[in-house]
């Protein structure tokens, strides 16, 4: 009895590399339950693969994909300013929610799903002895990075601004809020012109500088 050999293009299984990549996008992208994709598979191609076949391919692509999502990580991790920020992720109805939680860094940016939202989640995906400039949003599971290292994004501030602004009972609190969003506006609208070389680092400088002493005046 003799057998043939395949040729070297053809698939490792029933699923060849592009049809594994359209069940990865439908579940990772578009967070289609392997039921759904089973259904929407075998309304587009006619195809009928069985549950464990769908769900063995997206296992199969996350094997291959985690040695590259793995050296993006530690790439941005070694970045000297990262952003960090998370969010709610519900997947097929679950009840429990998931979180995705985003680092970037000037050139990357690496996106991992987990179940919690607290300090240990942070630290694993800053790196508990991180070095670098951290700019997050105001949630407590950054408390433990050291002040000097952590700077709040200031969209979100101005947002906290603008609500101490609009305060129903004015006075001094509204006072104070709508002094600070000028000043915040002022940053921005400086920053803005500088990325887009309107006016020089020395200029720039400067009125950075105004902004703070106005601040505290």
């Not at 060849?16 to 929407?40: D, F, N």
């Not at 680092?103 to 630290?123: C, G, I, P, T, W």
Request: proline share 3%.
């Amino acid at each position: 009895m003799s057998k043939g050999a395949l040729p070297e293009e053809a698939p490792d299984g029933q699923m060849g590399p592009r049809l594994l990549s359209y069940v990865a996008v439908l579940s990772g992208l578009y967070h289609l339950s392997v039921r759904k994709i089973q259904r929407l598979l075998q309304d587009q191609y006619g195809t009928h693969f069985s549950i464990g076949l769908i769900s063995e391919a997206q296992g199969r692509v996350s094997s291959m994909l985690t040695p590259t999502h793995q050296a993006l990580h530690q790439h941005i991790k070694k970045a000297s300013l990262v952003h960090v920020d998370e969010t709610t992720h519900n997947r097929n109805g679950e009840e429990h929610t998931r979180w995705v939680w985003l680092l970037s860094s000037e050139d990357a940016v690496f996106q991992q799903v987990k179940y919690f939202r607290n300090k240990d989640a942070a630290k694993s995906i800053l790196g508990e002895h991180t070095q670098a400039i951290v700019v997050s949003d105001q949630c407590p599971s950054y408390n433990w990075i050291e002040p000097e290292r952590h700077q709040f994004c200031l969209a979100h501030v101005q947002r906290n601004l603008q609500q101490m602004a609009d305060y129903s009972g004015k006075g001094l609190t509204a006072s104070i809020g709508n002094r600070l969003v000028l000043l915040f506006k002022s940053v921005f609208r400086t920053q803005h012109r500088y990325e887009a070389g309107d006016v020089d680092e020395i200029m720039w400088r400067r009125r950075m500088v105004s902004i703070h002493q106005r601040g505290i005046d």
